[in-house]
C-alpha cells in the first residue's frame, strides 16, 4: 500500500493531452513546493499528442521523435508516475487499483498495484465506438494510440510496397475509412500526400493507383463543424480524388470489402475505423460513478463527479453540461481545445480547494477548429472578442494548426525548451526523409 505521509495525495489517471498537462501544473505548483503529494498513472510510458496520431499513421511524423517520457516530466515537474492501466475503485477507502504491468511475451513485470488518494481525477480519453457492427472489431484498424497509429503505418507501407513490386500485376491500393469527422479527414489527406511522397524514394505506386473512399452517414463531412469549413473540405478531398460517400451507414465490414445498409460493397485491401468515440468500458462500471450512454462521466460545472466530491473528471471521458450566454445548455465537446481549458482551470481549482476555497464553475470558450489537409494546408476558423469568426485556410491555416502543438509543447516544458525543440524539428528535415518508409 502507497503512503505519502501527511500530505494532501492528488492522484490523476490519464496521462494524455488534459491528463499531462493538469499534472504538470500540479506538480509545479504543489509538488515541488511540498504542499501535496502530486501523482499520475497512465498505462503508457510515453505521451504522444492525440491530434498528431494521423501523421504517425501516414508516416509523415516519427513517434519515437515526439513523444515525451512520463517518467523524464515527473522529474522535471514534482510529481512522482506509475505506469499501469486502471483496473477498479473503492471510493469507501479512497483508493484505485491498477493491472499488473507484462512484458511483450506475457511475463509478469509488476503485480497489481493500489494506490491511495484524497483527491483523485480521471482523465482517461476516449475510445472508438464500433456500435456493433458486425465485423468491425475482425476487420478494422483503429486510431486511438500511437500503438495503433504505428499499426496503420506499417500495414500501409508493407501493402504500397510490396503491392508495386508484384510482378506481372497493375499495382493498386484500395484503402477505405469510415467515418468523415475531423479524424477521418485528416487520415485522408495524410494518406494520399504519404504516397505521394513515397513513389519519390521507391517503388511504391503513385498517388494515381491508391484508391482512397471515405464514408460518412451524415449528409455531409466534418457534420459537427460549420457548413463552410465542410465545404471547403470537401473542395479540397475533390481535387485529390478522395472518393467521398455520405448518407451511406455500414451494416457489416469483411476481409475484403465494407457493406453498406443501401447494398453497396465497397472494396478495401485496408480498412479504418473513425466513425465515433466513447469513454472507456470500464468507466461504466466504476464503483457506483454515474456516466451516460457513451460510458462519459457525469460531471456538475465544476468538473466534480455527480457521486463523489472528490472525484473530478476532465477531457473526452468526462460529460459536463454548462449554459451559454443565451441560457441555452450544451454539453462541452470531446476535443483537444476542451481538455486544455479543463486542465487549467482544475489547476487553479484543486490548488484553491486545499486552501479551503469554494470550487468555480469552468467555462468552455470555443475558439474555433482547424482540419489538417497536410502538405503543408489547412482549413478552418478562429473565433474571438476582437476578430469575431475568422475564416483561414491554405498555408495560414496550417501555421495556425502547427501553433496548436507548440502551445501544448510549451504548457509542458515551457517555451525556452519548447524554442529548441522547434529547432531540433526543423534541423532533423534536412538530415531524414520527408515521410517515414518503414
Known amino acids: 500500500?502507497?503512503?505519502?505521509?501527511?500530505?494532501?495525495?492528488?492522484?490523476?489517471?490519464?496521462?494524455?493531452?488534459?491528463?499531462?498537462?493538469?499534472?504538470?501544473?500540479?506538480?509545479?505548483?504543489?509538488?515541488?513546493?511540498?504542499?501535496?503529494?502530486?501523482?499520475?498513472?497512465?498505462?503508457?510510458?510515453?505521451?504522444?499528442?492525440?491530434?498528431?496520431?494521423?501523421?504517425?499513421?501516414?508516416?509523415?511524423?516519427?513517434?519515437?521523435?515526439?513523444?515525451?517520457?512520463?517518467?523524464?516530466?515527473?522529474?522535471?515537474?514534482?510529481?512522482?508516475?506509475?505506469?499501469?492501466?486502471?483496473?477498479?475503485?473503492?471510493?469507501?477507502?479512497?483508493?484505485?487499483?491498477?493491472?499488473?504491468?507484462?512484458?511483450?511475451?506475457?511475463?509478469?513485470?509488476?503485480?497489481?498495484?493500489?494506490?491511495?488518494?484524497?483527491?483523485?481525477?480521471?482523465?482517461?480519453?476516449?475510445?472508438?465506438?464500433?456500435?456493433?457492427?458486425?465485423?468491425?472489431?475482425?476487420?478494422?484498424?483503429?486510431?486511438?494510440?500511437?500503438?495503433?497509429?504505428?499499426?496503420i503505418h506499417r500495414t500501409f507501407v508493407n501493402r504500397a510496397f510490396h503491392s508495386a513490386l508484384a510482378a506481372g500485376t497493375q499495382p493498386s491500393l484500395h484503402v477505405a475509412i469510415i467515418g468523415a469527422g475531423a479524424t477521418g479527414v485528416e487520415l485522408a489527406a495524410a494518406l494520399h500526400h504519404s504516397v505521394e511522397m513515397m513513389a519519390e524514394y521507391g517503388p511504391a505506386q503513385g498517388v494515381g493507383n491508391l484508391h482512397l473512399t471515405l464514408i460518412e452517414g451524415g449528409a455531409r463531412v466534418l457534420p459537427a463543424l460549420p457548413e463552410r469549413i465542410s465545404a471547403g473540405v470537401q473542395t479540397h478531398l475533390d481535387r485529390l480524388?478522395?472518393?467521398?460517400?455520405?448518407?451511406?451507414?455500414?451494416?457489416?465490414?469483411?476481409?475484403?470489402?465494407?457493406?453498406t445498409r443501401d447494398g453497396q460493397s465497397i472494396r478495401a485491401d485496408m480498412c479504418i475505423w473513425a466513425a465515433g468515440v466513447k469513454a472507456p468500458d470500464l468507466l461504466a462500471n466504476l464503483d457506483?460513478?454515474?456516466?451516460?450512454?457513451?460510458?462519459?462521466?457525469v460531471v456538475s460545472p465544476e468538473l466534480r463527479t455527480s457521486q463523489d466530491p472528490d472525484i473530478f473528471a476532465l477531457g473526452d471521458c468526462a460529460s459536463c453540461t454548462l449554459t451559454d450566454a443565451d441560457a441555452q445548455q450544451f454539453v462541452v465537446p470531446p476535443r483537444a481545445q476542451s481538455a486544455h481549458q479543463q486542465a487549467r482551470h482544475l489547476a487553479c481549482s484543486l490548488s484553491a480547494r486545499l486552501q479551503g476555497k469554494p470550487l468555480k464553475p469552468f467555462r468552455y470558450r470555443d475558439y474555433g477548429s482547424l482540419i489538417s489537409l497536410s502538405s503543408g494546408s489547412a482549413v478552418g476558423n478562429l473565433m474571438g472578442n476582437l476578430t469575431g469568426t475568422v475564416m483561414l485556410e491554405g498555408r495560414l491555416a496550417r501555421l495556425f494548426y502547427v501553433l496548436l502543438y507548440r502551445r501544448h509543447q510549451a504548457e509542458l516544458h515551457g517555451y525556452g525548451r519548447t524554442a529548441l525543440l522547434i529547432a531540433r524539428d526543423f534541423l532533423e528535415r534536412t538530415t531524414a526523409p520527408r515521410v517515414k518508409l518503414h
Request: hydrophobic letters at 40%.
Open 1 to 151: 500500500m502507497e503512503n505519502h505521509q501527511k500530505l494532501h495525495r492528488l492522484l490523476v489517471v490519464g496521462g494524455g493531452a488534459g491528463g499531462l498537462e493538469l499534472v504538470t501544473r500540479l506538480g509545479r505548483a504543489l509538488g515541488r513546493k511540498k504542499k501535496a503529494s502530486v501523482v499520475l498513472v497512465d498505462a503508457c510510458t510515453t505521451h504522444v499528442w492525440k491530434p498528431l496520431l494521423h501523421e504517425v499513421a501516414a508516416g509523415s511524423l516519427d513517434s519515437s521523435h515526439d513523444e515525451l517520457s512520463y517518467m523524464a516530466q515527473a522529474r522535471w515537474n514534482g510529481f512522482r508516475f506509475y505506469p499501469g492501466a486502471l483496473s477498479g475503485l473503492d471510493r469507501k477507502k479512497k483508493e484505485i487499483h491498477l493491472a499488473p504491468v507484462h512484458d511483450e511475451n506475457g511475463a509478469i513485470l509488476r503485480p497489481g498495484l493500489t494506490l491511495e488518494y484524497d483527491t483523485l481525477v480521471l482523465s482517461v480519453g476516449s475510445q472508438s465506438n464500433d456500435f456493433g457492427i458486425a465485423g468491425v472489431q475482425e476487420h478494422c484498424l483503429f486510431l486511438d494510440s500511437r500503438q495503433q497509429a504505428e499499426r
Open 241 to 259: 480524388g478522395v472518393r467521398t460517400l455520405t448518407n451511406t451507414l455500414v451494416s457489416r465490414v469483411t476481409a475484403e470489402t465494407v457493406e
Open 288 to 297: 457506483g460513478l454515474e456516466t451516460n450512454a457513451f460510458n462519459q462521466l
